[in-house]
């Protein structure tokens, strides 16, 4: 267990620490609650009936492992590495919202000495998080519920197409510390969305998100990526399985998918990267 990241954590039962003499295999607070660390080496923390939105499966998983592993958003995992802020008094504590496979958070630790608290809703994606970055402390959670963490103890909180917790980042953000938000661009993915009955992008995405955040954060800056692609009738249902249409997407509509598809598909994916800085008055109050 990386006693470091672990240690970042709170027992989401009573906001308690997690004792400094914790075993090797599980958590446990001053309450009493335990958590113990499965044998892929994730914490599961969703007690009871957990959540009501539905996880990745072990099929979606399986694909976006596939698809990000041959490197297809490569420069966008390096363009994400690059906004990790540099402190001087303390290793950066880098909280990875929605962390999915882990292949954003991988690319961080390939060019930071970083602390990392890993969190998705799906065990399945965090099995392979945790082989993936078996050093940061990996955690099935509701990001929409509060966050396990203490208040100001995070430097960078990065979202790469997840929910977006705005109250809940601001809590837990240092009051110097960055909220890096990775979204679809307009036109992402175009060539296949028909085909592959992907979600449309909405045409004022980007407003809504600046709503959403302005009640803690004003923007900092905002940059686009293309990257195109060349990519076989498998790498293509890979992508589409990867993301929220892999819940419909069963073995005889990716089948049938992959008899409409040409032997290479080209495909334009289309990020847009905001850069958000916490607003004075959401920094949180001490004690």
């Known amino acids: 267990m990386p006693s470091t990241a672990f240690s970042l954590l709170l027992c989401p039962l009573c906001g308690a620490r997690f004792s400094a003499e914790t075993e090797e295999s599980s958590l446990s607070c001053g309450s009493g609650h335990r958590f113990d660390l499965a044998k892929q080496g994730y914490v599961n923390f969703l007690t009871g009936k957990g959540t009501a939105f539905a996880a990745d499966s072990a099929v979606m998983a399986a694909a976006r492992a596939n698809f990000l592993e041959a490197g297809h ?3 966008l995992a ?3 590495a690059t906004k990790v802020p540099i402190t001087v008094d303390h290793t950066p504590v880098v909280l990875d919202a929605g962390t999915g496979t882990g292949y954003y958070l991988h690319k961080v630790f390939q060019n930071h000495a970083a602390t990392a ?3 998705d809703i799906s065990k399945f994606a965090l ?4 082989r993936l970055n078996p050093q940061a402390a990996n955690v099935v959670w509701d990001i929409w519920q509060p966050l396990p ?3 100001a103890s995070v430097d960078m909180v990065m979202v790469v197409f997840a929910p977006r917790n705005a109250s809940e980042f601001a809590r837990v953000l240092r009051t110097d510390g960055i909220l890096v938000v990775v979204t679809p ?5 175009r060539e296949i969305a028909q085909a592959a009955d992907l979600l449309g992008i909405e045409h004022d995405k980007l407003k809504r998100l600046d709503t959403t955040m302005n009640q803690a954060f004003s923007l900092q800056s905002r940059e686009e990526l293309c990257i195109p692609l060349e990519l076989s009738p498998a790498q293509t249902v890979d992508l589409a399985r990867m993301g929220p249409a892999g819940h419909h997407l069963d073995d005889s509509r990716a089948e049938e998918l992959t008899r409409r598809l040409e032997s290479s598909t080209t495909v334009h994916a289309e990020f847009v990267i ?4 916490p ?6 109050a001490s004690g």
């Open 127 to 130: 099995r392979r998080a945790a």
């Open 78 to 80: 390096q363009r994400i």
């Open 274 to 277: 905001s850069t958000y800085l």
């Open 185 to 189: 661009g307009p036109n992402h993915l």
């Open 279 to 284: 607003l004075p008055d959401s920094e949180p």
């Open 73 to 75: 958003y490569q420069e």
């Open 117 to 119: 608290v890993a969190l």
């Open 149 to 151: 963490l203490e208040a």
